[in-house]
């Protein structure tokens, strides 16, 4: 729906990176591990890139 009325979409993951550029979380890692311990599979590739992006590498 937000892609048939032209809305940018963001995603968790992006969610955690504004929420840590805005001082609302510490740190990204240790809520990307919780997530990746659901069922919500993110590829290492990902989890490397929001690290690196977070500072967090």
């Known amino acids: 729906m937000a892609k048939i009325n032209q809305i940018d979409t963001i995603g968790s993951l ?5 929420a840590k550029a805005k001082g609302l979380v510490p740190t990204v890692g240790p809520l990307l ?4 311990q659901s ?14 992006l977070a500072g967090e590498n």
């Open 14 to 18: 992006g969610i955690l990176l504004i």
């Open 33 to 36: 591990r919780k997530i990746e």
């Open 39 to 52: 069922d919500i599979y993110l590829s290492p590739d990902l989890i490397a890139t929001v690290l690196e």
